[in-house]
């Protein structure tokens, strides 16, 4: 099964500052997620620029096959911090990781330091688990997606990668789980003097989760899901 990815070397977006940056098909989006359209929505780049150019990678109206973008990933430069997927996820279908292609991805970026975000189930699934596990024990950080504070804490627990969540809208400063763990407010979203080129945190393996306040023109659907 091949993928569209398009890849932008030098992301103009204030936000990830100027480090490459991927955008993915959004048949990768798994039914887990609850952003989704097709059930609750909120995504962040369900709207605006991003939206326009998201719905031709998806079209394979503009990008490039898996084997292509996974060929640009592996000629960046040795060290380059790079993010994957400002839009779309891992590549897979029907709620089921890829693990091929997720291994040529994670090979690809042997020597980089790329990251990324995944709303695939490794609660109920351990295959999609163990692939997450591997992912980031090889060097490529995917964190996983947290719909809320006490989801965050569940993945957490599997110990499969760090992890990443939604916050509520008023939420901008750190805060904690209901178990206690920390949630450090992702800088970029409260200083326009960060960016991830400048941040880093979130290609980091760490034990602190990131926690992002809901963002976008649905941030008031992606807001409720986080207070849930």
Not at 106 to 122: C, E, I, P, W
Not at 171 to 178: F, K, L, R, V
């Amino acid at each position: 099964m091949t993928y569209q990815v398009h890849l932008t070397i030098k992301s103009k977006n204030e936000k990830t500052g100027p480090i490459p940056v991927s955008t993915t098909e959004a048949q990768t989006c798994p039914a887990a997620c609850p952003f989704n359209n097709a059930n609750e929505g909120g995504c962040y780049a369900e709207s605006g620029p991003l939206k326009m150019h998201w719905m031709k990678v998806s079209d394979k109206a503009r990008g490039d096959t898996w084997s292509v973008f996974t060929g640009k990933i592996a000629s960046l430069k040795a060290d380059t911090l790079w993010r994957h997927n400002q839009a779309g996820d891992l590549p897979g279908r029907n709620d089921q990781l890829d693990a091929t292609a997720c291994m040529e991805l994670t090979q690809a970026n042997d020597g980089k330091r790329g990251f990324t975000y995944t709303h695939y189930d490794v609660l109920g699934s351990e295959r999609n688990r163990m692939i997450v596990t591997q992912m980031n024990r090889s060097g490529f950080t995917v964190n996983l997606s947290a719909n809320n504070v006490a989801h965050a804490d569940q993945l957490a627990d599997l110990d499969a990668g760090p992890v990443a969540t939604v916050l509520p809208i008023d939420q901008t400063s750190n805060t904690t789980t209901p178990a206690g763990r920390k949630v450090v407010v992702c800088p970029a979203t409260i200083r326009d003097d960060v960016s991830c080129a400048t941040c880093q945190l979130c290609q980091r393996q760490r034990d602190f989760i990131i926690g992002f306040p809901a963002h976008g023109t649905s941030k008031k659907k992606a807001s409720a899901i986080a207070a849930a």
